[in-house]
Nanobody, 121 residues
Framework: QVQLVESGGGLVQSGGSLGLSCAASGSIFSINRMAWYRQAPGKERELVASIDNDGTTNYADSVKGRFTISRDNAKNTVYLQMNSLKPEDTAIFYC???????????????WGQGTQVTVSS
């Protein structure tokens, strides 16, 4: 079993910054990809940013230039630095990991419990 534990959410004013982190622990052989998703009230969950184990990153257009995703493979941890935050960034942010639990090729998807980010205007 694998657990993803997020931290770093909170309340910030528009234009401010916040950093999120997510640490994966448990039965982990390798992590292919780690990502951040978010879900605003009344909206579907959407991809914010992802990072593969070779460092390749992908961002939603709405956060390009403002958010930075990074990863510490030795710690199985992914980070999201959020700058120039806007009220429309308000959402619950979820960490996701696509990983292998053993030497087989099967890939599992795990989610964190979510952390609230609120940006006031």
């Amino acid at each position: 079993q694998v657990q993803l534990v997020e931290s770093g959410g909170g309340l910030v004013q528009s234009g401010g910054s916040l950093g999120l982190s997510c640490a994966a622990s448990g039965s982990i052989f390798s992590i292919n990809r780690m990502a951040w998703y978010r879900q605003a009230p009344g909206k579907e969950r959407e991809l914010v940013a992802s990072i593969d184990n070779d460092g390749t990153t992908n961002y939603a257009d709405s956060v390009k230039g403002r958010f930075t995703i990074s990863r510490d493979n030795a710690k199985n941890t992914v980070y999201l630095q959020m700058n120039s935050l806007k009220p429309e960034d308000t959402a619950i942010f979820y960490c996701q990991a696509l990983l292998r639990e053993n030497a087989s090729q099967r890939v599992y998807r795990y989610w964190g419990q979510g952390t609230q980010v609120t940006v006031s205007s």
